[in-house]
């Protein structure tokens, strides 16, 4: 019998050291950039949308883990699938047998799904983003793939072929020969479809990089584009998929679009097990797996794996049986009115959008001297210093865990567990509007730390 492994003692014995080892074997900028903003936290335990730190005090998660914790932290019914499932010892990723769990799973995530009917399960979001431009690529015989400007699809490789944000591309090109165009610009993807090499168009039903929405009709009118030119609409829903914006899937707010492949992933979790699901018309399917020798053409080792379906099956049980979307939608719209009543208050706040619980909150220059002085300043040295301003202090003083939505961008997103109630709404708004008025009030701590902001960027430059 093997030694005795204690997680707990080890955790007991070595967890306070987390800083260091992080900074010693894996990304070392990470915690410098934690220490540098003051996010170096400590936390212990978390439920639902809370966690609290070493001191036991308790902050509201407006991050939900970049939309990942759909569910919250720990939700019961998912902590148990995994328990039973573990328990069951089943025969798992035998890879020569047909396992009920994927099948159910996939049954369960297309009965939300109109149009679609097969499932292909990886293990992340960018995963099920490189399944859906392979088999674009395959089905219809071209190479190109369309994608938008500001898009973010993931980080391997593929997928950064299509991401539009020139930060992540640099120094790891060349890359596949996709094209971008801007959001919403009908005569440009016309244009790239009428060259003829054009596979897919991959679109983000609502850009999760500042938190952008297509104009009224647009993912409808390029759908019809795409397929009179013999090319497929992709959905990336793997932010805004499972509730997020007030239904199942984002591009659903918009009638008449049906998506020939959408991905999805993050919420599918339950927050515990990666997953990635590819989800596509029979046809595109079966051009793809085409015959047995082709059976294992696209695979992934742990794709389909019992724990990831267990957790997809518990997430889904919960979310109809709670009825999530519903309560997602209700309470965004509850939380982004009471911001946009804000915007006529203070004058560096410029636009509150969004659908659901993906909201994006926008800054932008004053009309004060003295407050434009401050804002060029900032400005000058790089943009997006004051949404980090705001970020900071909502943390530090009022334990609220929120992000920039980019890089250079004065946009605060907001993507909290899709289980916030009032109380959390209310939380947020009371924190946010104290942020605002010491904003707006000219002097102390967050102007001291604007400044070393300034300092910080001008260094590195």
Not at 134 to 141: P, S
Not at 187 to 203: I, K, N, P, S
Request: aromatic share 8%; glycine share 12%; charged share 25%.
């Amino acid at each position: 019998m093997s030694g005795e492994f204690d997680l707990r003692a080890l955790l007991a014995e070595r967890g306070g050291e987390r800083y260091e080892l992080h900074a010693r074997y894996l990304n070392h900028q990470l915690p410098r950039m934690l220490h540098t903003i003051g996010f170096d936290k400590v936390y212990e335990r978390a439920e639902g949308a809370h966690f609290w730190d070493a001191d036991g005090v308790d902050h509201l998660d407006m991050l939900a883990g970049f939309g990942v914790m759909g569910l919250g932290r720990h939700h019961p019914v998912v902590r148990k699938a995994l328990h039973d499932v573990l328990d069951a010892q089943l025969a798992d990723l035998t890879r020569f047998d047909c396992q009920p769990l994927p099948g159910l799973l996939a049954e369960r995530l297309l009965a939300h799904s109109p149009h679609l009917d097969r499932v292909f399960f990886g293990n992340s979001g960018t995963e099920a983003v490189e399944t859906a431009l392979k088999f674009a690529r395959y089905a219809t015989g071209r190479p190109r793939v369309l994608y938008c400007s500001h898009a973010f699809h993931g980080l391997t490789t593929g997928s950064l072929s299509v991401n539009g944000e020139r930060g992540f591309r640099e120094g790891f090109e060349p890359l596949l020969p996709d094209t971008a165009i801007t959001l919403g610009d009908l005569e440009a993807l016309e244009r790239e479809l009428r060259r003829g090499d054009v596979a897919a168009f991959v679109v983000e039903p609502i850009q999760g990089k500042g938190v952008h929405e297509p104009p009224p009709g647009f993912l409808r009118a390029a759908q019809e584009l795409l397929h009179r030119h013999g090319a497929l609409l992709i959905a990336d829903e793997v932010q805004t998929g499972l509730g997020r914006t007030g239904d199942f899937y984002a591009y659903q707010h918009e009638a008449g679009v049906e998506p020939d492949l959408v991905c999805v992933a993050k919420a599918l979790s339950g927050g515990y097990v990666p997953v990635g699901a590819t989800l596509g018309k029979d046809w595109i399917f079966k051009k793809v797996y085409s015959s047995m020798d082709r059976v294992l053409v696209h695979s992934a080792s742990f794709g389909s794996n019992a724990q990831a379906m267990a957790a997809g099956l518990a997430v889904l049980s919960v979310m109809e049986d709670e009825g999530t979307v519903a309560h997602a939608r209700r309470i965004g719209d509850l939380l982004s009115g009471r911001l946009k009543e804000l915007v006529p208050r203070y004058e560096l706040l410029h636009e509150i959008r969004g659908r659901g619980l993906m909201i994006g909150i926008e800054f932008g220059r004053p009309s004060s001297l003295g407050l434009r002085g401050r804002w060029t300043m900032l400005q000058a040295a790089r943009k997006g210093l004051f949404a980090q301003m705001v970020v900071v202090p909502l943390l530090q003083r009022h334990h609220i865990l929120t992000q920039v939505s980019g890089d250079h961008l004065e946009v605060i997103k907001l993507i909290p567990p899709l289980i916030i109630d009032e109380a959390d709404v209310d939380r947020f708004v009371t924190a946010f509007t104290a942020v605002m008025d010491e904003a707006h009030g000219g002097g102390g701590l967050m102007w001291d730390f604007g400044r070393t902001l300034v300092k910080q960027a001008v260094a590195q430059r």
